[in-house]
């Protein structure tokens, strides 16, 4: 899994028990699996389908920097299936895992559309 989005856990992050609000951490994730997604498949026009269960297996406190990690696990004819990892940067303690965020690409008119992509590729691939 790779991690590319760092954030740094600040007093309007936190919720009434002074951790992370877990609704500003699934914002965050939803925003990096359509980015993930955006780049993957080539298209800026993607949605949300579907988040599996969410497993909070710790908190996160003012002052902590996380680290939100994103995989492929599976290509559809018109989705990506993505897992996620969020970790404490500091301590590598998991924070939150997601095994299945299902990413749906769309054309103009707003319904489903194949995308051909079959694997991972990387931006610096694709420019040589």
């Not at 992370?20 to 389908?49: C, H, M, S």
């Not at 969020?86 to 997601?98: A, G, S, W």
Request: charged letters at 25%; one cysteine or more; proline letters at 4%.
């Amino acid at each position: 899994m790779r991690f590319h989005t760092r954030k740094w856990i600040k007093p309007e992050d936190l919720n009434a028990n002074g951790t992370l609000f877990g609704g500003r951490l699934l914002d965050w994730i939803d925003e990096e699996a359509a980015l993930y997604t955006i780049i993957q498949l080539e298209n800026p026009k993607v949605v949300t389908k579907f988040i599996s269960e969410i497993d909070f297996k710790a908190s996160a406190k003012q002052g902590d920097i996380i680290e939100i990690g994103i995989e492929a696990i599976k290509f559809g004819k018109a989705s990506l299936t993505l897992s996620c990892e969020v970790r404490n940067k500091m301590t590598r303690e998991t924070i939150i895992t997601i095994s299945n965020i299902v990413m749906v690409n769309v054309g103009p008119d707003g319904k489903p559309l194949p995308h051909g992509k079959t694997q991972v590729e990387f931006v610096k691939d694709r420019l040589q």
